[in-house]
């Protein structure tokens, strides 16, 4: 016998609409290889995928951060940085890499150039010294433009450490995102 329920089409639908993968970058940021696995897993998430990366780190290598902040603004996953501690050095570079930031009371941020050393004949010491000389200019420039000032960024390049309270950065935080409403107006208005 043929029931007619059993051939209704249903009207009900499951899916997996995300996943959410959480991270925990706490100690010193070692050498690129020690995070393989992180960054394969933020490379290969989805659009309906959200990374969230706690941070607790006096910072560390650089490399490491450079890597991190091409994944993590390549990925077509929601990110979300969330500062429980200490937020230094390389650690801030991949906390302004995300598109959500979060800052728990009392968390200290300090930002400052790069640490390094230079080995070999006088002219290849000379030679490399020129170059990252350059080359952290246009780095920490990159990086930190759109939330240090000029004057922070060039006394960053002399040396300066750059300390700051989460008030703080929650202040810069909130200016950058009230930019970015004022130019996405802005466009709009143009294109009507």
Known sequence: ???????????????????LHEFYLSGEITEPE?????????RS???QDTIKIYINSPGGNVD?????????TGTSAYVICSVEGACMSAATMIFLSADELEICDHALFMFHNYAGGAFGKGGEIYDQIQ???SWSRK???SVYKNFLTPTEI???LENKDIWMDSDEVRRRVKAIQDNLINLRKKENNEKD
């Open 1 to 19: 016998m043929f029931d007619l329920e059993d051939t209704k089409p249903s009207n009900v639908f499951s899916k997996t609409v995300s996943q």
């Open 34 to 42: 020690d995070y393989i696995e992180w960054l394969n897993v933020i």
């Open 45 to 47: 998430a989805g659009e």
């Open 64 to 72: 490491t951060a450079i890597q991190f902040m091409q994944v993590l």
């Open 131 to 133: 170059f990252e000389r």
């Open 139 to 141: 780095l920490l420039e």
């Open 154 to 156: 060039t006394q960053m």
